[in-house]
């Protein structure tokens, strides 16, 4: 069973930071890329930061510069630190598995999500 579990969300203040990390169980994660995407009320999923399975990444222009993603395939996790946080920097943020099998056949897998809020 495949299950990937977020934490580290919560409330902070403008200009705060926080870390995000995903434990990941049931996949062979050195093979997967991992992704953090977030989801503000009304508004689309979108994506935040990805790492592929070789350690490439990849960023939202919205982040860039103040969000790091990393991985520890030792450890099966993938970490999100966010820094100097803003308003809109306010959503759920879910962790993602994918692979693309040699064979076309897509793998994805989504934490539950973990509520980030950014407020005075």
């Known amino acids: 069973q495949v299950q990937l579990v977020e934490s580290g969300g919560g409330l902070v203040q403008p200009g705060g930071s926080l870390r995000l990390s995903c434990a990941a169980s049931g996949i062979f994660f050195g093979l997967y890329h991992m992704g953090w995407y977030r989801q503000a009320p009304g508004k689309q999923r979108e994506l935040v930061a990805a790492?592929?399975?070789?350690?490439?990444?990849n960023y939202a222009d919205s982040v860039k510069g103040r969000f790091t993603i990393s991985r520890d395939n030792g450890k099966n996790t993938v970490s999100l630190k966010m820094n100097t946080l803003g308003p809109d920097d306010t959503a759920v943020y879910y962790c993602n598995a994918n692979l693309l099998s040699a064979g076309g056949v897509k793998s994805d897998y989504w934490g539950q999500g973990t509520q980030v809020t950014v407020s005075s």
């Open positions: 790492i592929t399975s070789g350690g490439s990444t």
